[in-house]
């Protein structure tokens, strides 16, 4: 997990290839909304359909990475990063946070606790590292690396 100082093309375009090195799993496709930092979409008076020219697109390109956009004013297609998006506001809030850093400290701590110890209904009632370690398993052609350093609820 690293944060970034705003939402801006440099700076989605610097987390793809921060994921791509990191993620011990091959990137097929990413589901973006329709930020300026992610498309050339245009909505409003000035409708335009993606150029696939915009940075980003150029880099999910530029490794094999397929870029979908999710349709316009559909919250629901982005069901669990929403969902995922409301637990993060609300761990801070919990938390008296003086600096900056004591909130990335924090939501630091929350994104291990998350992958590692809290059961997901959409994953059957297991952690997220469960099905990912399942998926090397059954289909390791589709990691590039080992999945370390995941304990499991008890370590």
């Known amino acids: ?27 097929a496709r990413v589901l973006t909304d329709n930020g300026k ?20 697109d150029l880099l999910c390109a530029d490794l094999g990475i397929e870029h979908r956009l999710a349709p316009p004013m559909r919250p629901q297609t982005n069901g669990m990063v929403e969902r995922f998006n409301v637990r993060n506001e609300d761990v801070p809030q919990r938390q008296r946070i003086q600096r900056g850093e004591d909130l990335e400290q924090t939501l630091l701590r929350y994104a291990q606790l998350y992958k590692k ?10 952690t997220p590292v469960g099905p990912l370690r399942d998926w090397r398993r059954h289909r390791p052609e589709l990691f590039r690396k080992r999945i370390c350093n995941l304990a499991g609820c008890d370590s």
């Open 1 to 27: 997990m690293r944060f970034y100082p705003a939402q801006a093309a440099a700076n989605a375009r610097r987390f793809l290839r921060d994921l791509e090195r990191a993620a011990p799993m091959k990137i």
């Open 37 to 56: 930092a992610l498309t050339d979409r245009l909505f409003g008076l000035r409708k335009r359909v993606a150029t696939g020219q915009h940075a980003f």
């Open 117 to 126: 110890q809290l059961p997901q209904s959409a994953l059957k009632g297991q």
